[in-house]
């Protein structure tokens, strides 16, 4: 048997979002636990911390300031108070406000570059943890006990002996095809641009959801009276609108939003995403569980994907915790027993919010006679049931359900 140059007990493949917050939640009990990520976390090419914003809700909130968080979420993270759903060229609206619905804040934003430097830099002088990156996972094994890798960092190679090897490692996850695990996907034919633009009038807290033709169009408040716009967009759409000049793009821009926020003045750097849903169709394996986009990767219709995955990163810490807690010195993070209750407490809020976010754009996507119409009134008609928005917000607040300890505000231990 080779010599194993590092022993711990979880080994997490991807130090994207989902990874370094899992490498956070892990360093709060006791295991040992080394991140392997192929990318330099600090560098541009890190494609996880791009110019993208994400949209967090209340719970995955809690989760990372119960993760230590707070001071550094705190100037970079900006309130939602309201989100304005509508659709081009048909009347209805809904308003979903947070004072309604007893909150401060539907949710919050914050620049991905902003959220990975902080989940990254606590990891620094963790005692129990050891980061290897960039290095990248060359091959592993599952075996009775333990998972044997293979890592190349920088040309040497490493190997690494864990209890239990945790996929974080994205949509096009190498981990999980080397398991041959099959997956669920549907291809949008749909392209996001995002990018940051300043506008004449101040958002002040308020988001704007507006379903065109094309696909959604999202304007979220970020930080120092910004806002972050997701348009989605046919692909031949997309490429095009991504080749305009800056100026023409702002004024294509203004045109599918409308004025509600007066002038569209300056545009940012603009960044492509291809959308597609892929739902992987097992989350563990031998030894092995996935997590994050591995897992489940979904259009950004309803900023759900990241917020879905910190609940995956919660339950498992808090299982890993559990074992740890009740079995002493027999606990093993990689036992069939911690597999299996992960994949059984996740399976249903993972086929909710996929279903949910799938639905949406289908249904917003249909074209025929009379649908915009009666969109219209479905929104209305939302607007005015009581209880319909409160349920919606609870959901997308990360409030619903079977929630791990992080996300209900408690410590893991
Ligand atoms: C336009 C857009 C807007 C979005 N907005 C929101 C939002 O508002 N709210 C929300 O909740 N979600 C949002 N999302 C979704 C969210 O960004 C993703 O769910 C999240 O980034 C997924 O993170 P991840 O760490 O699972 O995957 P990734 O970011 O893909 O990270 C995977 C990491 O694994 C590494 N890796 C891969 N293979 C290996 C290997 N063999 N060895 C070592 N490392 C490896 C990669 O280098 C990478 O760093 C949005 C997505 C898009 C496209």
Same mark, same amino acid.
């Given at each position: ?16 979002? !989902?990874?370094?917050?899992? @490498? ?72 979903? !406000? ?34 290897? @990156? ?12 333990? !998972? ?48 940051? !633009? ?31 716009? $997701? ?50 169709? @097992? ?41 740890? %807690?009740?079995?002493?010195?027999? @606990? ?10 992960? %994949? ?9 919010? %996929? ?24 929104? $209305?008609?939302?607007?005015? $049931? ?6 919606? %917000? ?20």
């Amino acid at each position: 048997m080779t010599v194993a140059d590092y022993s711990c007990d979880v080994l997490i493949v991807g130090g994207g979002l !989902v990874g370094s917050a899992l @490498a956070n939640a892990l360093c709060r009990i006791p295991v040992r636990t080394v991140l392997v990520e192929a990318r330099d976390p600090g560098s541009f090419e890190q494609p996880g911390f791009d110019g993208r914003v994400t949209a967090l809700a209340n719970g995955s909130k809690r989760i990372l300031e119960q993760l230590g968080l707070r001071d550094s979420l705190r100037g970079e993270a900006e309130p939602i108070v309201s989100i304005h759903i509508g659709e081009q060229g048909h009347f209805g609206a809904a308003r979903i !406000v947070a004072q309604h619905e007893g909150v401060d804040a539907l949710g919050y934003t914050i620049g991905n570059r902003a959220l990975g430097a902080a989940l990254w830099k606590p990891l620094e002088g963790a005692s129990a943890f050891t980061g290897l @990156a960039p290095a990248k996972l060359v091959s592993f094994v599952g075996g009775e006990d333990s !998972v044997t890798a293979e890592v190349d960092e920088g040309g040497r190679r490493v190997n690494i002996r864990a209890r239990l090897l945790i996929a974080a490692d994205g949509t096009r996850s190498s981990v999980r095809q080397s398991l041959g695990i099959p997956v669920r996907e549907n291809d949008y034919g749909q392209r996001a641009i995002n990018v940051n !633009v300043t506008t004449e009038a101040a958002l002040d807290g308020r988001a704007f959801e507006r379903f065109t033709p094309q696909g959604p169009l999202a304007v979220l408040p970020l930080a120092r009276g910004r806002a972050a716009v $997701v348009w989605t967009l046919g692909a031949s759409e997309a490429d095009r609108v991504m080749a305009l000049s800056d100026e023409t793009f702002r004024c294509e821009l203004q045109r599918a939003f409308g004025h509600r926020l007066g002038r569209i003045e300056r545009v940012g750097q603009r960044g492509l995403h291809a959308l597609s849903r892929v739902r992987s169709g @097992a989350l563990s394996d031998r030894r092995t569980l996935l997590v994050g986009n591995a897992a489940v990767s979904l259009h950004p219709v309803a900023g759900q994907a990241f917020n879905l995955a910190l609940r995956d990163v919660a339950t498992i810490a808090e299982l890993i915790a559990d074992d740890a %807690a009740s079995r002493g010195e027999n @606990a093993d993070p990689g036992s069939d027993r911690v597999l299996e209750r992960y %994949a059984e407490w996740r399976r249903d809020d993972q086929r909710k919010v %996929a279903w949910f976010t799938h639905g949406l754009i289908r249904g917003f996507g249909a074209r025929g006679p009379g649908l915009g119409a009666l969109r219209g009134l479905g929104l $209305v008609a939302f607007d005015l $049931v009581p209880g319909a928005k409160a349920l919606l %917000a609870r959901h997308t607040m990360g409030m619903a359900g079977r929630l791990p300890r992080l996300a209900r505000g408690l410590p893991l231990s």
